[in-house]
């Protein structure tokens, strides 16, 4: 591969580790925001995060932090979504990739949190769309989408293989996420040579398409079921907004 990339540029990896499932509802436990690239050393931010509310048991033997650890060593959700923000904006003014696995979820859970806690998200910041953004599940699902295999990160660290040092764990789930931004584009060329906004754009219509497969699969047993296609993030239902474009 010759030739400047974004690939050459440093990028911000970023994970939490929440309550539970659903992005409209789940509170923030761990977060973390890597640096890496740009022929620069690797910087991590970490925190743990008292979300205020008790923390499922089914989503402690996940990621293995407790109610009672999260009450004693965590930050408050205002502290920790002010720091992460600061670093998605900073990263994001400077036209540089924010990378986060399965994006739909983490970035809609971090859009919620914000606006649970009265922080300013990400795009009221910029004024602007949060882009760009790698997310490498998107990615794989479109250049291999005959694969086989499950596509979960771990499972993809192995397909590919890259470096994984345990999931469920934000940093070690943000340091895979960049090294698989990293290895897809040497797997598949085509995606280095795409320019950043226009690979941001192909993933928003690459996410639409599948999820409306998916949509199609499930309604051969429930004709309701509904797959949203929002990507990057799930615009807020109960507001109607949108991030702006």
Same mark, same amino acid.
């Given at each position: 591969?010759?030739?400047t990339t974004w690939l050459?540029?440093?990028?911000?990896?970023?994970?939490?580790?929440?309550?539970?499932?659903?992005?409209?509802?789940?509170?923030?436990?761990?977060?973390? $925001?890597?640096? $890496?690239?740009?022929? +620069?050393? =690797?910087?991590?931010?970490?925190?743990?995060?008292?979300?205020? $509310?008790?923390? =499922?048991?089914?989503?402690?033997?996940? #990621?293995?932090?407790?109610?009672?650890?999260?009450?004693?060593?965590?930050?408050? *959700? %205002?502290?920790?979504?002010?720091?992460?923000?600061?670093?998605?904006?900073? #990263?994001?003014?400077? &036209?540089?990739?924010?990378?986060?696995?399965?994006?739909?979820?983490?970035?809609?859970?971090?859009?919620?949190?914000?606006?649970? #806690?009265?922080?300013d998200a990400p795009a009221?910041?910029?004024?602007?769309?949060?882009? *760009?953004?790698?997310?490498?599940?998107?990615?794989?699902?479109?250049?291999?989408?005959?694969?086989?295999?499950?596509?979960?990160?771990?499972?993809?660290? %192995? #397909?590919?293989?890259?470096?994984?040092? &345990?999931?469920?764990?934000?940093?070690?789930?943000?340091?895979?996420?960049?090294?698989?931004?990293?290895?897809? =584009?040497?797997?598949?060329?085509?995606?280095?040579?795409?320019?950043?906004?226009?690979?941001? +754009?192909?993933?928003?219509?690459?996410?639409?398409?599948?999820?409306?497969?998916?949509?199609?699969?499930?309604?051969?047993?429930? *004709?309701?079921?509904?797959?949203?296609?929002?990507?990057?993030?799930?615009?807020? %239902?109960?507001?109607?907004?949108? *991030? =702006?474009?």
């Amino acid at each position: 591969m010759t030739g400047t990339t974004w690939l050459d540029s440093r990028m911000l990896a970023l994970d939490f580790e929440t309550t539970g499932t659903d992005p409209d509802t789940a509170r923030i436990v761990a977060a973390a $925001v890597v640096l $890496v690239g740009g022929d +620069q050393p =690797p910087v991590t931010g970490t925190w743990i995060v008292d979300p205020g $509310v008790d923390i =499922p048991d089914e989503a402690t033997a996940i #990621h293995g932090i407790t109610t009672d650890r999260a009450r004693a060593e965590g930050v408050t *959700p %205002q502290a920790a979504l002010t720091d992460v923000v600061n670093h998605l904006v900073d #990263h994001l003014a400077k &036209g540089l990739a924010v990378v986060v696995f399965n994006a739909r979820y983490d970035l809609t859970v971090l859009d919620r949190e914000c606006a649970r #806690h009265d922080v300013d998200a990400p795009a009221a910041r910029l004024g602007a769309e949060l882009a *760009p953004v790698i997310d490498p599940f998107v990615i794989d699902k479109h250049v291999n989408r005959y694969r086989r295999g499950k596509r979960t990160l771990p499972a993809m660290c %192995q #397909h590919y293989r890259v470096r994984h040092d &345990g999931p469920h764990e934000a940093a070690n789930d943000a340091y895979a996420a960049a090294r698989l931004a990293w290895r897809l =584009p040497r797997a598949f060329p085509e995606l280095a040579a795409t320019e950043l906004p226009v690979l941001h +754009q192909r993933q928003t219509e690459w996410a639409a398409a599948q999820a409306a497969s998916l949509q199609d699969y499930r309604r051969r047993t429930d *004709p309701a079921a509904i797959v949203d296609g929002s990507w990057p993030l799930i615009p807020n %239902q109960r507001t109607g907004e949108e *991030p =702006p474009r």
